[in-house]
């Protein structure tokens, strides 16, 4: 009986291992291809693409880098998803720790407007932003792309960090003021360290949204000095030009700050990610 059930219980876990293996193979295999294209001459991407390049060559990311505006749109992506984040935190932190600890009226209605702006589409939002920002000559700037990405960010900020705060025992706070600490210095020495892996859990989602978005930079961008990455890369689609060598090399660019940052982070993330679906 108890061999029945080692045997039982070790086809099970072999089960959700070979499960998650095919999932981890799924999700990861276009990104293995990006990287492997973006290296692999234009002959041999067109005639003969194999698994594993036959030749490698930095041609690609040197006609990236010398034919096109590429670096002047990572400036213009990093300017606008670094100044994303540092406002969606502020304004996250601001909003969710407000709701969490005073008492006002229609706290529920502001959380829940929050969850349900976060649930609109980008295009439903963009035409709408648009015309108002175009009424105020703010279009076609950088700031209007991040005042357009606070509308997704900051909302998913604030809920996410208002169910990390609503669970946070005040008790901490009112021992911090006891010895002789303010409001604000109870919330900055005893709320925010407890607090950083929500805080980076909510930071890495602005960058994600704000750095690969599309939407927004194609509705508000008009000129090319204020293009984004992703609205660059798409341009060079044309209808009788099609450098794949290129996308895939400025793809694999666009990707790299994200590895880096879920690489140097991933310990906090998964520890936010868990925490607020536990706490939330």
């Known amino acids: 009986m108890s061999q029945a059930a080692d045997a039982k219980r070790l086809a099970g876990r072999a089960s959700l291992y ?3 293996l095919v999932i981890a193979v799924y999700s990861a295999f ?22 594993i390049p036959h030749t490698i060559t930095f ?16 400036a213009n992506s990093s300017i606008v998803a670094l100044s994303t984040v540092l406002l ?10 407000g709701v969490t600890r005073q008492r006002m009226r229609g706290k529920q209605i502001i959380i829940s407007g929050m969850l349900y702006a976060y649930m609109f589409p980008p295009l439903l939002l963009a035409i709408p932003l648009f015309s108002m920002l175009n009424s105020i000559g703010l279009t076609d700037t950088l ?17 996410f960090l208002w169910g990390f705060f609503k669970t946070m025992p005040f008790e901490l706070e009112e021992a911090a003021m006891v010895d002789g600490c303010s409001r604000l210095g109870a919330f900055l020495r005893v709320v925010l360290p407890l607090s950083v892996p929500g805080l980076v859990t909510v930071a890495i989602f602005a960058f994600l949204l704000s750095w690969t978005d599309y939407t927004f930079a194609l509705v ?4 090319d000095a204020n293009k984004t990455v992703p609205l660059g890369l798409a341009s060079m689609v044309g209808a009788f030009d099609l450098r794949w060598g290129d996308i895939m090399a400025g793809s694999t660019l666009i990707a790299l700050p994200l590895f880096v940052a879920f690489i140097a982070l991933s310990r ?11 706490k939330g």
């Open 220 to 223: 508000m961008i008009g000129s």
């Open 268 to 278: 906090y993330f998964v520890q936010g990610l868990t925490a607020g679906a536990v």
């Open 143 to 159: 700031f209007s792309l991040v005042i357009s990405h606070l509308t997704i960010t900051m909302p998913l900020g604030v809920w």
């Open 88 to 97: 969606t935190m502020v304004l996250s932190i601001m909003i969710a720790y």
């Open 30 to 51: 276009p990104i293995y291809w990006m990287i492997a294209s973006s290296f692999r001459p234009a002959r041999e991407m067109l005639t003969n693409p194999s698994l």
């Open 18 to 20: 070979f499960g998650a």
């Open 59 to 74: 041609d690609n990311y040197h006609n990236l880098l010398a034919q096109t505006d590429y670096l002047r749109q990572f």
